[in-house]
């Protein structure tokens, strides 16, 4: 009963508040105390008992008493960090505040007058430029009172962390404690695991879902590419005015790297008790992704120790020249004799601390424990569902991402042993179990660009090499091989069976493909004809001629198997013979019609009778064991819009490897780079308007569809056509002189033994091969060309976008911003 009558007192407050017409004084604690003093209510029944209808008619029609509200609802966090909470009574106050909090900020947020309001020194009465402001300096704005008293909640004994208090007498004093012994979880710079206290867990919780909250005014800003548009909650958290933000970025990061969802491995224990501390690690690997999305728009580079000293400098400068939040004006700083146009303004401490764990053991530490994370939704036991499964892979992916990203000798540490295939298992069954899914092709791009990011270092290629020999259930055919044909097998399937919003990746998909081509020891006879079905459906005619850019996918196949044959034709004897009874397709490619009459007869041909590509040389086999087909969206399901990706040639810069191995930067633009200029030229078409000419028509075919409809329709580029000058542009690029170098040596040869020894199984010809050699009868080996990830204003918002969809989609219990006036995506039901 004492439950239903709080809720009830609870529910008379809000409606008292929504129905008073007169402001009521914000020292009339009797009123506002009816809010948080005399209830215990749950973040559930908050959002149930304060309905959105409710926030929107105050905040329009009796906007002071929202301001009090929420400046009582502050002044409570605050008085409770001051004092620790002593008691328990203080506590659900401080609960109960948080909550409250929670369900409004949304409301604030989605209110283009409202958003500066918590930035004000007083509680304002209205609208922002309607009141009268304090301009004494030493206030702080309620933003910097609300943060400052989260943080120090996060660290209050006997309320967030365990007590250290010698004696049940003695009081730790919030004001002097030293946060850094309070650390929630042993791992990267702490070595003693605290005792689990659910209840810990649970206050943490709230207290991080408010943060959030506070965070999540992104959401309700357009998308931009304007990167020195700061976050100002983000900002200041980061900064050094928090004290705990050392403390707290360990502790958020230490409870996400050490936690097991499996535990003990006892079946169905996720059924027979509550795990809270999953809840804790959603929330903390949600706030670390959010907060390391700012870095104050520096472009992140490893810092030298001049050039630390010189950035701090001028960060010094920058704080004393700019009043905080008034304005932003811009730095120009040569670090390395690179000139960087900087943001001044305080430094983001998440990211810094971030870029400057270097201790073996920690990268240990963070990778087995994400790792972990990633695999356990594949694991497989007798007993059906009988481990738990975790939801919150995509934000793991991110943070992996910012990590490799920020922390240059982490990447090389996941790269210098096989534990990067540990990672790479996991995402590659992301995305083969989500190509069908158009609600998911946000994972889709997330899980591609780690893989492009890793495959512009020669150690992931080579690790590669390793034999795959995991039973994780695949929905692609059964193989023997290694993890480089897992790779190829699972890209073919996303090209030939993904759902159309996915074809904006093929270059991507094809570009790691040639990024790890010139390490690929031994290809399986499956992964070789996968690549030559790839090579055969792009290069007909009318699919060349279909879209401006469709003959780039050719020329990277291409590429592919010219890094192979020069540089590891021993051990790909599956390849070659491939590329032997595949030779037609070659020979076609450099026969290609390129006048006028024959253009206009492929597209007319695609039109009225389109090709159905043969599926003999990708005959599909039996399944992996205990896989499930990829299947699509459910009805109804939700989604968050994305914003359009850059042109590979955007999102990849170009490097030679040299004679010792290092990388030697490409300034001018290699042949598909020319022939793409030149195809831009002749099509009257930008690089971005190229780059998205593929990405919303249906130009490709899906292999299961490819035998009962057409493959492609026009593009919507419809003033552009395909011209003999504009396919002798690239035609005469195609790289084909080694493949018929190879062709020109080996064919009558394997014809010749075929013929002399009546050999019919192919087993032979593969020995002959095996045991054959090229070496003087190839042309000069070409350079190793790697194209490398290089972040930009496109792939900044684009993760921006996605990471707030992601928090927006994953936090539905309750949902805080459900039916609010998002603008940075749209919210789409399938």
């Known amino acids: 009963m004492g439950s239903i009558d709080s809720k009830l007192n609870f529910r008379k407050a809000v409606i008292q508040l929504t129905t008073k017409t007169q402001p009521v004084e914000a020292t009339d604690d009797a009123f506002w105390d009816q809010f948080w003093a005399d209830t215990t209510t749950t973040v559930q029944d908050v959002f149930a008992l304060v309905p959105a209808a409710e926030i929107r008619a105050v905040r329009e029609e009796s906007p002071s008493n929202l301001a009090t509200l929420c400046y009582k609802a502050v002044e409570k966090l605050v008085q409770g960090a001051e004092s620790g909470c002593p008691t328990e009574r203080e506590k659900q106050v401080i609960l109960n505040c948080t909550c409250i909090l929670s369900r409004i900020l949304p409301y604030i947020f989605e209110d283009q007058d409202w958003r500066g309001f918590f930035w004000s020194t007083v509680p304002g009465a209205g609208r922002a430029g309607t009141d009268e402001l304090d301009d004494d300096e030493g206030a702080r704005p309620l933003a910097e009172s609300l943060l400052l008293a989260i943080a120090d909640l996060l660290f209050c004994p006997d309320f967030t962390v365990h007590s250290h208090r010698r004696s049940p007498d003695s009081v730790e004093n919030m004001q002097s404690i030293d946060s850094c012994e309070y650390i929630w979880e042993a791992g990267v710079g702490f070595a003693q695991s605290p005792p689990l206290n659910y209840i810990h867990d649970l206050n943490r919780i709230e207290l991080l879902r408010l943060l959030l909250t506070c965070f999540s005014e992104a959401m309700y800003l357009p998308s931009s590419t304007d990167n020195s548009v700061l976050n100002p909650w983000v900002t200041f ?236 259930p695949m929905d692609i055919p059964v193989f023997t091989g290694t993890h480089a044909d897992l790779l190829i097998v699972v890209f073919h399937k996303i090209i030939t069976t993904g759902h159309q919003r996915l074809q904006p990746l093929f270059d991507c998909l094809l570009t790691i493909v040639v990024n790890v081509s010139p390490y690929l020891k031994s290809l399986s006879m499956v992964a070789a004809n996968k690549l030559l079905h790839l090579l055969e459906a792009f ?137 793409h200029a030149d195809q831009n030229a002749a099509a009257g078409t930008s690089d971005t308007e190229s780059n998205s000419g593929r990405d919303n028509e249906d130009v490709f075919y899906t292999e299961a569809e490819m035998e009962r409809r057409p493959l492609s329709r026009a593009p919507s580029t419809s003033f552009w056509a395909p011209t003999p000058e504009w396919v002798l542009s690239w035609k005469c690029k195609l790289p084909l002189q080694t493949i018929m170098r190879l062709l020109q040596v080996l064919v009558p040869q394997v014809e010749k033994i075929c013929i002399d020894k009546g050999l019919t199984d192919e087993s032979e010809i593969l020995k002959f091969l095996q045991h054959g050699t090229l070496v003087g009868l190839l042309p000069v080996p070409h350079p190793i060309l790697i194209r490398k990830y290089q972040a930009n204003a496109g792939t900044a918002m684009w993760f921006r976008t996605y990471m707030w969809g992601v928090v927006y989609l994953r936090n539905v219990d309750p949902p805080i911003w459900y039916d609010t006036d998002v603008r940075l995506f749209e919210i789409q039901r399938m």
């Open 237 to 472: 958290f980061c900064s050094t005015e928090n004290r705990h933000a050392l403390p707290l970025f360990t502790s958020l990061l230490n409870v996400v790297s050490a936690y097991d969802p499996v535990g003990y491995g006892i079946p169905y224990n996720h059924l027979l008790f509550a795990d809270y501390r999953e809840q804790l690690v959603e929330q903390a690997v949600q706030i670390l992704i959010v907060t390391l999305e700012h870095d104050a728009g520096v472009p992140h580079q490893p810092p030298s120790q001049s050039s630390m000293e010189e950035h701090e400098v001028s960060h010094r400068l920058a704080r004393k020249s700019v009043p905080r939040w008034h304005g932003m004006c811009f730095n120009v700083i040569p670090v390395n004799g690179v000139v960087f146009v900087q943001a001044a303004g305080p430094e983001n401490l998440f990211v810094n601390y971030l870029s400057r764990i270097h201790r073996e053991e920690d990268f240990d530490f963070v990778l087995k424990g994400l790792a972990r994370l990633l695999t356990n939704p594949l694991t497989q036991t007798y007993l059906p569902n009988s481990t738990k499964k975790i939801q919150f892979h995509q934000e793991l992916l991110v943070l992996f991402w910012k990590l490799c990203d920020f922390n240059k000798k982490f990447l090389f540490f996941v790269l210098k042993s096989s534990d990067v295939l540990d990672i790479l298992v996991p995402i590659l069954f992301y995305l083969n179990d989500a190509r069908a899914d158009q609600s998911r092709v946000g994972l889709m791009h997330i899980g591609v660009f780690i893989l492009l990011l890793l495959s512009g270092e020669r150690n992931f290629g080579v690790r590669l090499n390793k034999p795959y020999s995991a039973h994780v």
């Open 539 to 675: 290069s007909t005619s009318w699919f060349l001629f279909s879209v401006a850019q469709n003959h780039h996918l050719v020329f990277f196949l291409l590429e592919a198997f010219n890094n192979i044959i020069q540089y590891q034709f021993d051990g790909n004897c599956n390849l070659v013979y491939a590329i032997i009874r595949k030779r037609n397709v070659f020979h076609q490619l450099a026969n290609l019609p390129s006048d006028a009459a024959s253009i206009q007869k492929a597209l007319q041909r695609k039109r009225k009778s389109p090709d159905v590509i043969s599926r003999t040389s990708s005959q599909e086999t039996v399944s992996m064991e205990g896989s499930h087909p990829a299947v699509p969206a459910e009805p109804g399901t939700l989604k968050t819009s994305l914003v359009a990706i850059p042109g590979i040639d955007k999102l990849t810069e170009k490097s030679q490897v040299s004679e010792d191995g290092t990388m030697v930067s490409v300034p001018k633009m290699d042949p598909l780079q020319t022939a």
